[in-house]
């Protein structure tokens, strides 16, 4: 069987590694990437301390979160 789910866009991700036990971690993230002149679109956890961000423009987004990853001292996954 057959769902008529029609993709209308597939979009590129930005991911980061979020501290759970650190309150506010997704405001910081959030505010560091407005303050870039980043505009997030879509924003979900995969569960595993990861957020996933659908972001434009994506290249400056990625050089954010890589900041933010050498920042928090996280390995990128």
């Known amino acids: 069987v057959s769902a008529a789910i029609d993709v ?3 979009n590129d991700v930005v991911t980061v590694r979020l501290a759970q036990s650190v309150p506010g971690q997704l405001g910081k993230i959030a ?3 407005a303050v870039a002149g980043i505009n997030v679109r879509v924003v979900y956890s995969d569960h ?3 957020l996933i961000m659908v972001a434009d423009p994506i290249e400056r987004a990625r050089d954010v979160a890589e900041g933010w990853m050498r ?3 996280e390995v990128k996954t």
Request: charged share 50%; no cysteine; proline share 0%.
């Open 48 to 50: 595993d301390r990861r």
């Open 71 to 73: 920042d928090s001292g």
């Open 31 to 33: 505010r560091r990437m």
């Open 8 to 10: 209308v866009s597939v």
